[in-house]
Nanobody, 125 residues
């Protein structure tokens, strides 16, 4: 599956933004999905994950209560709604798909089989 992340940009602290991750061709219905991010000089870290059905989600503590992951399988698209943004949220955000973890969620990036190209989010203070 090929993933395309979009929606990043420059936003002020406290603002909101929604990222999208679309699949070209193959349906995302078979995949568990997740969002990761990587700030300059840091390792890629888990942000949020969602099961194939969308009924179960998991969040990193740093974004819990501020970010919401969702998906629309009919549109082959996953979303990340980000509210109350902070400068420390600045990073390149990557979407990922897992064939191995579908009915549950995983925070382990090595359990994801396909990655989007990343979209930059910059939060100014």
């Amino acid at each position: 599956v090929q993933l395309q992340a979009s929606g990043g940009g420059l936003v002020q602290a406290g603002g909101s933004l929604r990222l999208s991750c679309a699949s070209s061709g193959r349906t995302l219905r078979r995949y568990g999905m997740g969002w990761f991010r990587q700030a300059p000089g840091k390792e890629r870290e888990f942000v949020a994950a969602i099961t194939w059905s969308g009924l179960s989600t998991t969040y990193a503590d740093s974004v819990k209560g501020r970010f919401t992951i969702s998906r629309d399988n009919a549109k082959n698209t996953m979303y990340l709604q980000m509210n109350s943004l902070k400068p420390e949220d600045t990073a390149v955000y990557y979407c990922a798909a897992s064939l191995r973890v579908v009915t549950g969620t995983t925070t382990n990036l090595y359990e994801y089989d396909a990655w989007g190209q990343g979209t930059q989010l910059t939060v100014s203070s």
